[in-house]
């Protein structure tokens, strides 16, 4: 049954729903009571870095969780899935597979036939069906601002062109809540995607099979609201809200970290 809780995670309030979060089972423990942790696995979406997730990880780790957060290389959907695929082939026993935005198609994908992974945490992603694509979910409902407009494109290689977002979109589009300095530093060191893969489509979704957490973010530019409701109730997932822009685990690192721990437990 799928857990619907909104909440206004801003100051306080997000230390109140965090700790909301992690209260049910705070003693609880994994792999039918042995007591291990299972490995955390962070997949960074574009425009962005797996330094996105520090502070989500560092919660993590000190409560003992073993993480790792690999760079996406945001090449294409079947080769950043084959990718992560291979990373979570090395890791052995339980893995929690949690992503951000455009990782989202790429766990949705890498998680597929990997009995090891045990749950799916999306965190403001992209949670496709088979043969559904980001822009068709990006523009499934109204609302998002990263538009053509908004992007700059710069060609890599011969007809291929990378997508940065521009720096006066930058900060109100994809992170609307954090310091303008912030979000300068972010812009910066911004890794762009190919804009292929705006429009390849998603294979056989790891979701219907694996159990799945949401966190929307509620007042996310990127990918509508809307749209990121639309994909958790279809999968059946475990959705809570946060009242965020697109990087939720930037402006709300501890209830992201307690989300990821309900579902690890």
């Given at each position: 049954?799928?857990?619907?809780?909104?909440?206004?995670?801003?100051?306080?309030?997000?230390?109140?729903?965090?700790?909301?979060?992690?209260?049910?089972?705070?003693?609880?423990?994994?792999?039918?009571?042995?007591?291990?942790?299972?490995?955390?696995?962070?997949?960074?979406?574009?425009?962005?870095?797996?330094?996105?997730?520090?502070?989500?990880?560092?919660?993590?780790?000190?409560?003992?969780?073993?993480?790792?957060?690999?760079?996406?290389?945001?090449?294409?959907?079947?080769?950043?899935?084959?990718?992560?695929?291979?990373?979570?082939?090395?890791?052995?026993?339980?893995?929690?597979?949690?992503?951000?935005?455009?990782?989202?198609?790429?766990?949705?994908?890498?998680?597929?036939?990997?009995?090891?992974?045990?749950?799916?945490?999306?965190?403001?992603?992209?949670?496709?069906?088979?043969?559904?694509?980001?822009?068709?979910?990006?523009?499934?409902?109204?609302?998002?601002?990263?538009?053509?407009?908004?992007?700059?494109?710069?060609?890599?290689?011969?007809?291929?062109v990378d997508g940065y977002i521009k720096k006066e979109f930058f900060h109100d589009v994809f992170a609307g809540d954090l310091p303008r300095s912030t979000a300068?530093?972010?812009?910066?060191?911004?890794?762009?995607?190919?804009?292929?893969?705006?429009?390849?489509?998603?294979g056989a979704p790891a979701w219907k099979t694996v159990p799945s957490w949401y966190l929307v973010g509620g007042d996310d530019q990127v990918l509508p609201p809307?749209a990121q409701r639309f994909m958790a109730r279809r999968a059946g997932a475990h959705t809570f809200e946060a009242d965020t822009s697109h990087v939720a685990m930037?402006?709300?690192?501890?209830?992201?970290?307690?989300?990821?721990?309900?579902?690890?437990?």
């Amino acid at each position: 049954m799928t857990t619907t809780r909104r909440g206004l995670l801003a100051g306080s309030a997000a230390v109140v729903v965090g700790a909301a979060l992690d209260a049910p089972a705070a003693q609880a423990h994994t792999g039918g009571g042995s007591g291990r942790k299972p490995t955390v696995v962070l997949v960074h979406g574009a425009f962005a870095d797996a330094s996105g997730w520090n502070g989500v990880a560092s919660r993590l780790i000190r409560d003992g969780y073993p993480v790792i957060a690999p760079a996406n290389p945001l090449r294409s959907v079947a080769s950043d899935s084959a990718y992560l695929s291979g990373i979570l082939a090395t890791i052995s026993g339980p893995i929690v597979l949690v992503a951000h935005s455009y990782g989202g198609i790429v766990i949705t994908n890498a998680a597929t036939g990997n009995p090891n992974v045990k749950a799916l945490v999306y965190v403001a992603a992209f949670m496709p069906d088979q043969g559904e694509t980001l822009l068709g979910l990006q523009t499934k409902y109204p609302g998002s601002r990263l538009s053509e407009a908004a992007l700059d494109f710069r060609p890599y290689g011969e007809g291929l062109v990378d997508g940065y977002i521009k720096k006066e979109f930058f900060h109100d589009v994809f992170a609307g809540d954090l310091p303008r300095s912030t979000a300068e530093l972010m812009w910066a060191g911004q890794r762009p995607a190919d804009v292929r893969t705006l429009g390849e489509p998603s294979g056989a979704p790891a979701w219907k099979t694996v159990p799945s957490w949401y966190l929307v973010g509620g007042d996310d530019q990127v990918l509508p609201p809307a749209a990121q409701r639309f994909m958790a109730r279809r999968a059946g997932a475990h959705t809570f809200e946060a009242d965020t822009s697109h990087v939720a685990m930037i402006a709300q690192p501890a209830a992201t970290a307690a989300l990821i721990k309900r579902a690890a437990r």
